[in-house]
Each structure stands twice: as C-alpha cells, then as structure tokens.
C-alpha cells in the first residue's frame, strides 16, 4: 500500500536536508525505533510494535537509494522481520523537500509499504491514521530536539601517532643522504630489505571490509497501536459491536 504524508519544519531547506538525511541523528525522533549499528552505508536496528497485549519486534536494515542533494529528493530502502517469525515489513521511503521560506520548509514523504502478519489486520485505513500520527510525534521531536541544536561543532582532534610519525620521518635519513657520513654498504642493503619487504605486506595485504559501529542508547518504548490508531479503531469496532447485539437479541427470541 502506498502512504503519503507531508509536514514542514521552521528550518531552511538547506539545514533540513542535513538533518534528514543523517539517520544516526534523527533515528531517536522515531517512535519506537531503535538505531543499533552501522556498517559502511547499511544502518541496522529495530522496531517496536504493541497491539493489545502483544509486543512484536521488528530487526531490520536501511540503506538510502538516492540522496539527489541538488534536487532534495532522498529514497531509502528499508525492510525488517518480526523476531518472532509472524511477518515481515519493507518500505521504500521516498522523502521530497521544497523550499517554503527562508526559513521554513516542507517536507513530502511518500511510502510504499508491504505488511504481513498481526500489524497487517489493522488494514489501510487504520496504518494510514497511525502513519500520520506517528509522523507529527516525529515532527515534533525532530523540532525540539536536533533542529534545536547548534550548527558546526569542534575540529577533530589530530592523533599523536600522526605527530610521532611525522617526527620519526623527519629525523631518520634517507638512505644515501646522510649529512654527516655516508651510509655503509651494510645499512643500504638493510634499508632495501625493509622497503622490499613493506611493498609485499602492502600487496599481500586484503582489502578490509566497512567497519560495524555500534549504537549504544535506552531501550524504547513500543508503538502502541491501538492507542494510536484510536479513532480509526472505534469506528471500525462499533458495527461489529451493534451486529453482534443484533444476533444476541434474535437467538434469545428464538430460545423464548
């Protein structure tokens, strides 16, 4: 099913498509949702869903399709699997910015969701009252909290080992350059050993795969479906609830 819903922020779209695109920043503004680790462009975590007395977790992935910076125009693929096995979830995620002011901006986010298992019984009208929602709460924690920040930040700090090797390069002689005395045969040939010996650990040596970074944060509060789907909710329950009166009034006349 696709869901489409738009807000807009009182930030300039230039500092909202920073944001927006920085899911390690905006990851604790979601309802639910857990960020847990990083590795290279993939972003992993979890979700998590209540309906009634249920609990259901959500592990996934997220990675973006396109970040047209030019265009303001990100799509991200995400996908998750109940840890229960009862169903599954992915989204292409696909988020439009226009400028609405200098200072305010809109946001345009459109959905195409594919649902299985107990979240999937609250069906189109329901997901599409929770979506909106659970947008403005999203909305809401993304103003008051990481808009609220101060841009830039401090310059990373140098690493000493950095220092030392710039320091140990400058004070050890090149071979045959030494301005006192000229190397003996002995030390040129131990100056090409190493350098022969660093080219072939350099060539031997495998590419090293993205390195996984871990998240650490509080566990989260789930998603409460039925407190959040409410209204949608009553209304779909109330004519269930007369028909079954219904039948309840006719069985006890055909009984009497």
Known sequence: MELVNDFTV?????????????????????????????????????????????TAQFKGQAHFLERDEDAHRAALKAEGRDTGGKGNASAVITAQLVSVTDASTKVTVTSDLTITGKVAQFGRGALADVSDKLLKQFVHNLETTVLNEPLGGAEPPIAETTDAAATTSAETPAPGTDAATEPSTSDADAYASAAAAATSTSAATPTLKATVRTIEGKPVEPINLLETAGGTMLKRLVPLGLLAIVVFVLLRRRRS
Not at 25 to 43: D, F, N, R, S, V
């Open 10 to 54: 009182n930030a300039p779209i230039g500092e909202t498509w920073a944001t927006l695109t920085d899911l390690e920043k905006i990851a604790p503004c979601m309802p639910g949702a857990q960020l847990t680790e990083i590795e290279g462009e993939t972003y992993r975590g979890l979700v998590k869903v209540k309906v009634g007395p249920i």
